[in-house]
């Protein structure tokens, strides 16, 4: 009789035990938090997934021209306003730690919503997309007025020392909401208003702008009041 090959190793027996039991219930909905702080903060990344979703789909309909302006500007100005005070939160915050690694952390491919958010307005606050009720001689004069107030509000601001984001970012939203009510054309340092909106839409409310930005922020303000009364002007 051929001899029995040894096993390279001795398994051992398995002998079941009466005392082992299941400790998982596999019919217990499985729990992602086991504190209320947790429960928040999950909630919360879990709505700014979902303003994000929604705010791209926003723009691709306002793109298509399948959703009337109004409707845009103000669903748009909801989900940014919404989105800003989930990152209020600086639990929040150091979670979500920035829109590209959340996108990544998700699988997120969201190139529209990823813009707005960088600029922080609607498209329509950011370019005029019909053509002012009024413009050149017959400009509404209660409009250049609110508009060249809001111009002098701001570089007051700048002279008294307040450079704080949470108090230059809603001025700076009033002049382009306003210069765009007055007029659609480009004028000098007009850009500049758009690019100071994202530079402080990307600071903490409580941030303030150095010296030598303040510095270069009034001088572009600046240029871009001459610009609109010039083309005030020129009309």
């Given at each position: 009789?051929?001899?029995?090959?040894?096993l390279?190793?001795?398994?051992?027996?398995?002998?079941?035990?009466?005392?082992?039991?299941?400790?998982?219930?596999?019919?217990?909905?499985?729990?992602?938090?086991?504190?209320?702080?947790?429960?928040?903060?999950?909630?919360?990344?879990?709505?700014?997934?979902?303003?994000?979703?929604?705010?791209?789909?926003?723009?691709?309909?306002?793109?298509?021209?399948?959703?009337?302006?109004?409707?845009?500007?103000?669903?748009?100005?909801?989900?940014?306003?919404?989105?800003?005070?989930?990152?209020?939160?600086?639990?929040?915050?150091?979670?979500?730690s920035?829109?590209?690694?959340?996108?990544?952390?998700?699988?997120?491919?969201?190139?529209?919503?990823?813009?707005?958010?960088?600029?922080?307005?609607?498209?329509?606050?950011?370019?005029?997309?019909?053509?002012?009720?009024?413009?050149g001689s017959?400009?509404?004069?209660?409009?250049?007025?609110?508009?060249?107030?809001?111009?002098?509000?701001?570089?007051?601001?700048?002279?008294?020392g307040?450079?704080?984001?949470?108090?230059?970012?809603?001025?700076?939203?009033?002049?382009?909401?306003?210069?765009?009510?007055?007029?659609?054309?480009?004028?000098?340092?007009?850009?500049?208003?758009?690019?100071?909106?994202i530079?402080?839409?990307?600071?903490?409310?409580?941030?303030?702008?150095?010296?030598?930005?303040?510095?270069?922020?009034?001088?572009?303000?600046?240029?871009?009041?001459?610009g609109?009364?010039?083309?005030?002007?020129?009309?």
């Amino acid at each position: 009789m051929q001899a029995q090959r040894q096993l390279p190793y001795a398994p051992t027996p398995y002998i079941p035990r009466a005392a082992l039991s299941a400790t998982i219930n596999l019919d217990e909905e499985a729990k992602l938090s086991t504190t209320s702080a947790e429960r928040d903060l999950y909630d919360s990344l879990a709505e700014i997934y979902s303003i994000v979703v929604t705010l791209d789909a926003l723009e691709k309909a306002y793109l298509k021209d399948s959703i009337p302006e109004s409707e845009y500007t103000e669903t748009c100005s909801r989900l940014l306003k919404q989105y800003k005070s989930n990152l209020a939160n600086e639990t929040v915050a150091r979670a979500f730690s920035d829109l590209e690694t959340f996108k990544r952390e998700w699988d997120m491919e969201c190139p529209r919503a990823t813009e707005r958010l960088r600029v922080g307005i609607p498209a329509t606050v950011e370019q005029p997309s019909h053509k002012p009720a009024t413009q050149g001689s017959d400009a509404d004069a209660t409009l250049v007025v609110a508009a060249t107030e809001n111009f002098i509000t701001l570089l007051d601001a700048i002279k008294i020392g307040l450079v704080e984001k949470d108090t230059l970012h809603p001025l700076l939203v009033e002049i382009i909401q306003a210069v765009n009510k007055v007029t659609d054309k480009d004028f000098e340092s007009k850009g500049k208003i758009v690019q100071w909106l994202i530079t402080l839409n990307q600071m903490r409310a409580a941030e303030k702008l150095a010296d030598d930005q303040a510095r270069e922020f009034q001088f572009d303000m600046e240029q871009a009041y001459y610009g609109f009364k010039a083309t005030l002007k020129r009309d």
